[in-house]
């Protein structure tokens, strides 16, 4: 049985900001993997393509304020940074 994926241990080198907004941002990349964990049954974000962030953020944040979005935005972004990829996503 192996250890489910540290979210935390993987954002840690990109996390920037004060305690609240770092804390923001791991809440809101877990939900992130959940979700796509559960739609695509991919665990870690190593195994992630573009389209499953974009997904989330166009299907998943479908009925949610504008400014939920952008938060969450702002994580996918920090995701982004992390993978070392040159991903981006409309606002």
Known sequence: M????????FLVGV??????????H????KIIQAEIEVRWQ??????????HLAWFLEHHLRQRSNATRYY???????????????WVFKS
């Open 2 to 9: 192996s250890k489910p994926f540290d979210i935390e241990l």
């Open 42 to 51: 991919r665990e870690t974000p190593w195994s992630w393509q573009r389209k």
């Open 15 to 24: 996390l920037t900001g004060s305690q609240a907004t770092q804390k923001r």
């Open 26 to 29: 791991l809440h809101q990349a």
């Open 72 to 86: 969450y935005l702002l994580t996918v972004r920090l995701l982004v940074r992390r993978l070392e990829t040159s």
